[in-house]
């Protein structure tokens, strides 16, 4: 990769993080955003339990079909299910970006990276309570915060 290519992929990084630290994700009537300081968590990360946010629309952060994102969605569900843990149907994002998502409770850290990278995702979310991830897949690596509710 030459110094051009690398620039425009940071770039593009930037891009992402910024789109991902901006964003609601959660549920319809419970939303919550990434936040270097501790407000009031999600009801699901009140516990200690730890619990991963998990789509697969948009792939590699680029806009999809919505016959399409249903599609790799309910394939995602089938695995999650096929996987034994207990899930909630919420929604990332809003407006054209806004996506189907699935907060799976109970969730390692591999299952998390393991359905991101199945469906092309660039992060997925992993929390422990109130503390959560943006995991990026690639490469592997992690930036933390807090799931502070709105």
């Not at 149907?89 to 799976?104: K, P």
């Amino acid at each position: 990769m030459d110094t051009v290519e690398r620039r425009e992929a940071q770039r593009q990084r930037d891009r992402l993080r910024s789109a991902f630290t901006a964003a609601e994700y959660g549920l319809t009537d419970e939303r919550f955003r990434l936040s270097c300081t501790r407000g009031t968590s999600p009801s699901w990360a009140t516990t200690g339990l730890a619990w991963a946010t998990v789509t697969a629309w948009n792939p590699e952060g680029k806009m999809c079909s919505r016959p399409a994102n249903q599609q790799r969605q309910a394939a995602l569900k089938t695995s999650v299910i096929q996987r034994g843990l207990p899930f909630l149907e919420g929604v990332n994002g809003s407006g054209e970006w806004q996506e189907d998502t699935l907060i799976v409770l109970g969730a390692r850290l591999s299952d998390a990276v393991n359905w991101g990278q199945q469906t092309g995702q660039v992060a997925v979310l992993y929390g422990l309570g109130a503390r959560v991830a943006l995991v990026w897949i690639k490469p592997l690596k992690a930036e933390r915060f807090w799931a502070a509710r709105l």
